[in-house]
Structure formats: C-alpha cells, structure tokens
T-cell receptor, first 115, second 116 residues
C-alpha cells in the first residue's frame, strides 16, 4: 500500500522568507511517481512537479525547488523568497506501478504568507 | 493542452434530489477518469475509478448506489449524487488520464455541491 505523510498541517511565514514543505512517502514499488500540487482558495489543483523514482536529481524552477531523497523516502518542496500569492494548500502525492495505480495524496500543508 | 472541465462549477440542491456532475476531457481521450471528494480543510479522497465502457471501481466505504458513475465515452464521465443529503455537501473533483500518455492525471476545476 502507498502512503504519503505531510506532517506540517499549517505553516505561517512572513513575505520573503524561505519555507520548506515536507513530504515523506511509503511504497513497496520500485517504479513510482511523486507529485506536488498547489490548491489556492479557488479550489482548482495546480500541477507543480512530477518526479519518477529513477530520477533523484533535484529540480529548481524559479523560486521553487524540490529535493528528492530515496534514502529517506522524502520529496521536500522549498519556496524561496515567499510571496503572498504563494498562500495556498500544497499537496504531495504518489502513484506507483509506473503510474498505472491511483494517486494517493497527503493531507496537505496550508501555507500562509503574510505581508 | 490536456484540459479537463467540470460542469457545473457549483450547485445548490434540496435534500432528496439528485445532482449530476459532468467531467470532460477537452483535448484528449481519457480512457480512465477518477472522482475525488474533498471536505473542507481536508485532503482529496478517491471515490472511484472509471474506465470507458466498463463499470466503475469504487473505493471502500463509497456507496455505489448513491454515487452513480458513468463513463460512456472517451471524453465524458458523469457523477450523479442520488437522493442527496446535507452530509453529501462537498467539493467534488475529477481527473482524467490520457489514454495515449500513460500516467499523467489532469484535474478538473472542481464542483462545489451544497445540499440544503
């Protein structure tokens, strides 16, 4: 069975601070995909990143960066120089068996960036 | 590309009535569609997986007779909440998997259902 744990329920930072959202996953499959989604107050899920289990390279996209470590089964997400528009709920998700299985979501982390 | 739409975006209905929510893949053929439910301040919970032309597979604890899912074409899946009750009020989100692309799921914008 797959499981995704986002231990941080809510995080509050001041604008321009860096913030890291933690994600720990469990799966017995050797082939799997990890995702991060952003859900703003409007409710629509915004896809941020997909990473497969064979690619441990960290990725940077603008102010966003992701740290994938198979040794600790973690896929953490860092926002650098946070902005008020980053305020949202962020979900980490996992799908195994090469993606043919269903997506399992973590409980989400609510990020509030204060001006 | 890879756009999924949902209709309606919000709906209010009276207790005891049925509500149909549509999920459409606009620019790709979706062999598999998923229906999720999200209560306020909670995560997405998968309700069912539907494959075009076959019966949906429901997750444990989801009443198949209450949440009717039809995936009659490669671009349309519908979720009908029958005999709705206030506890069915929730945010319903669908996603679609591109039959040609493999693993990627594309999410619709969601439908907010309020049962009075």
């Amino acid at each position: 069975a797959q499981k995704v744990t986002q231990a941080q329920t809510e995080i509050s930072v001041v604008e321009k601070e860096d913030v890291t959202l933690d994600c720990v996953y469990e799966t017995r499959d050797t082939t799997y995909y990890l995702f991060w989604y952003k859900q703003p107050p409007s409710g629509e899920l915004v896809f941020l990143i997909r990473r497969n289990s064979f690619d441990e390279q960290n990725e940077i996209s603008g102010r966003y960066s992701w740290n994938f470590q198979k040794s600790t089964s973690s896929f953490n997400f860092t926002i650098t120089a946070s902005q008020v528009v980053d305020s949202a709920v962020y979900f980490c998700a996992l799908t195994a068996q090469g993606g043919s299985e269903k997506l399992v979501f973590g409980k989400g982390t609510k990020l509030t960036v204060n001006p | 590309g890879a756009v999924v739409s949902q209709h309606p975006s919000w709906v209010i209905c009276k207790s005891g009535t049925s509500v149909k929510i549509e999920c459409r893949s606009l620019d790709f053929q979706a062999t598999t569609m998923f229906w999720y439910r999200q209560f306020p301040k909670q995560s997405l919970m998968l309700m069912a997986t539907s494959n075009e032309g076959s019966k949906a597979t429901y997750e444990q604890g989801v009443e198949k007779d209450k949440f009717l899912i039809n995936h009659a074409s490669l671009t349309l899946s519908t979720l009908t909440v029958t005999s709705a009750h206030p506890e069915d009020s929730s945010f319903y989100i669908c996603s679609a998997r591109d039959g040609a692309g493999g693993y990627e799921q594309y999410f619709g914008p969601g439908t907010r259902l309020t049962v009075t």
